[in-house]
């Protein structure tokens, strides 16, 4: 619960300006890769309790989204039935529930590369793992269902979203310090110098279609 706050502030302190320049529109939020649903549940009580606001999770892992949907139920106080809905990305399209006003998808566009042999993964074991060109492919699906004026919050990531062709639709709202993920620079297939240290970029506004 409330792994993320520096992020989560941000994002809640833009939708406040934001309300008042676009009145009552109510708004949907997604947790991309929601696992057992801690980070919906965060946002749905603490940082987004208005009705005006819908929280999403979606994830692959059905015994995941179980545990997910009873947490949820069992919350106290109790969430407004609807505040928050599961759903399984092989079942559904995350379309389906969208445009969204607000993407959260940390911890999840990385890999920790292959640690089986012992000695930590490597630079060369994310890369084949996976490649910068899946990075942005799954960032091109997600900012397909993102609204302009939306915001796409991201926390550990092996690379960097402005190195894609998506970021120049963008621009930055917060840095976070939360990052323990290295970024690894695909040219010279190595990590970057004290990437896993201090603040980075990690609330962005879509300005463009």
Known sequence: MNRYPDEYI?????FQIQASEDGTKNKA???FGSSTGEEAIT???????SNKFTVFGVDLDDNSLVKAKASAAAHTPKLDDGKISFFNGKDTDMSV???????FANSVLCSHGNTSHGGGATPKSIVKKYPFSDFE?????LDANLNVGGVLAIVNTNYHFSDTKLYKKYKTLEQCSRNFVKKVDVN??????????????CVWIKEKK
Do not use: C, R, T
Request: cysteine-free; proline content about 2%.
């Open 137 to 141: 492919a799954s960032l091109e699906y």
């Open 97 to 103: 529930n969208g445009p969204y006003d607000a993407i």
């Open 29 to 31: 939020l997604l947790s």
């Open 10 to 14: 941000a994002v809640q302190k833009y």
């Open 188 to 201: 010279n297939v190595a990590y970057e110098e004290h990437s896993d240290v201090g603040m980075h970029d």
């Open 43 to 49: 946002l749905a009580s603490m940082y987004f309790s």
